[in-house]
């Protein structure tokens, strides 16, 4: 839930948003009076937008109500589920979009002071669609009204999506005004990570039956989704890179084992000797199978990459390793000093041995 004060910018551009945005305002500066609306009649032709004003609504319409009874139907699309009197007496047999502005109203005279009331102002658009006056009439709780647009259509509404912004209380819009030239939004970069996040957590592992573009075409549309609008590029690249990550060399960010892990004999007497001229050598563990040389591999290169990292004061780097199966994955990432590689059974070759 948006809550905010009217906004001071000059519309410049209307927007379609992809989802419904709710607003709690204060009171603005343009009254209903002030729309470029008329009363509709069942003569007037066929319209593609209407109003439909409701004056002096007995209902409490509290920051939860609009939340829990509004906000969420319109987010699903469901403006059936709305609650009288902010549904349509019938609803039209094609698609639109239907923005909901609810205002503070006193009581009428003779009525109960202590009661809420509110003014409800419902603009339907009917996606290039038109339908008769007649028909829109039926469809209306309150009074049903026409907008004049005169001759410049694209301008009045944008001055329309601008009024009624103006108008404050409470909103549900399907429209906003923009400066037309405004700088583009960005995703913070907290937003970001977490996509990223949800992308390599929730994301497909393989892509033999279309899965990548399946599952992003999918997430990038789904209201609340953490890559929704996100590029569908973007968003399969990054599945692709997380793919060649598996079948190629992978990194390891966490390992719980330390060199209190292993065997005092093991550590003293052998891992001692090696480590002076580790950045020199490599080492070969050759032995039984299921006898800790994986653990000790992994152990090693762990601390070294901790050490390089501490010693050159990378506060930017989090200790890692590279480990794959055969010695070819590991070009799919260069390897530093700072992240080491560890092959984890490694399918030694003849031509590993041989030069000329």
Known sequence: ????????????????????????????????????????DSISG????????????????????????????CMTCNSKGLPEPFRLRQEP?????MQIIILPATPPAGEDPNSKYVHILKHVYLHRNKINASEAIKM?????????????????????????????????RNWVTQPKFGKRVTVDQSARDAGYRFIKDHGPKTNNANQFMEWT????????????????????TALQNHMRGRQNAKTLEYWPFTFKSLVPWLFDDILV??????????????????????LGSKVVAFCQSKYEIDAAQREDLNPSIVTAKHLDFFKA?????????????TIVTKEIFWSE
């Open 1 to 40: 839930m948006v809550k905010e004060k009217p906004s001071k910018k000059r519309a410049c551009a209307g927007q379609l948003c992809s989802r419904p945005l709710p607003y709690i305002r204060d009171a603005g500066d343009v009254n209903v009076g002030d729309l470029p609306a008329r009363f509709l």
């Open 46 to 73: 066929k319209i593609e937008q209407f109003c439909d004003a409701i004056q002096h609504a007995k209902v409490d319409v509290t920051p939860d109500f609009l939340e829990s009874k509004l906000v969420k139907e």
């Open 93 to 97: 047999k094609m698609s639109y979009t």
């Open 140 to 172: 209306c709780h309150g009074i049903p009204m026409r907008f004049e647009w005169g001759t410049h259509t694209r301008q009045a509404l944008i001055g329309l999506t601008y009024m009624l912004d103006k108008l404050g209380g409470m909103q549900i």
């Open 217 to 236: 075409d999918n997430q990038i549309h789904t209201a609340g989704s953490p890559i929704e609008n996100w590029s569908e590029a973007k968003v399969i």
């Open 273 to 294: 000797p090696m480590l002076g001229s580790i950045r020199q050598h490599s080492i070969t563990w050759i032995g039984k199978t299921r006898t800790g040389k994986s």
């Open 333 to 345: 990432e260069p390897l530093t000093k700072y992240k080491p590689a560890t092959g984890d059974p």
